[in-house]
């Protein structure tokens, strides 16, 4: 089902989000935790007339963010750093490694809301 959540709730379940799915985030605004985004299946929208932003995405001002695969990798490298991650942390080090392409150093304190 298509819907708008929190970058909070993904992250937090994103061990249960098919791993060939594809994170949609907002353009233009500063991310945090509480961003609203949806994860979609990329391969759901071959038919429509941009198969590249899914119409739910256009509705919506999203675009294509990262693969759930990443994003599941991520979480569990920010997890091993720190296991009582909170939901600031983990909207972080997705943050850091979408501005980075790379993993936070989480003994850094590197926090961005």
Request: glycine share 4%; with cysteine; hydrophobic share 40%.
């Amino acid at each position: 089902m298509m819907k708008l959540e929190t970058l909070e709730s993904v992250l937090a379940g994103i061990d249960k989000q098919p791993w060939d799915f594809a994170l949609y985030m907002p353009h233009g605004v500063p991310w945090n935790k509480d961003t609203l985004c949806a994860v979609l299946d990329p391969d759901d929208f071959e038919n429509e007339p941009n198969p590249d932003r899914p119409k739910f995405a256009l509705d919506n001002d999203l675009h294509y963010a990262l693969g759930i695969e990443i994003i599941q990798s991520i979480i569990e490298n920010a997890k091993e750093q720190r296991p009582r991650a909170n939901a600031f942390e983990l909207a972080g080090a997705f943050i850091y490694y979408y501005d980075n392409d790379a993993y936070i150093d989480l003994s850094k304190n590197n926090k961005r809301q």
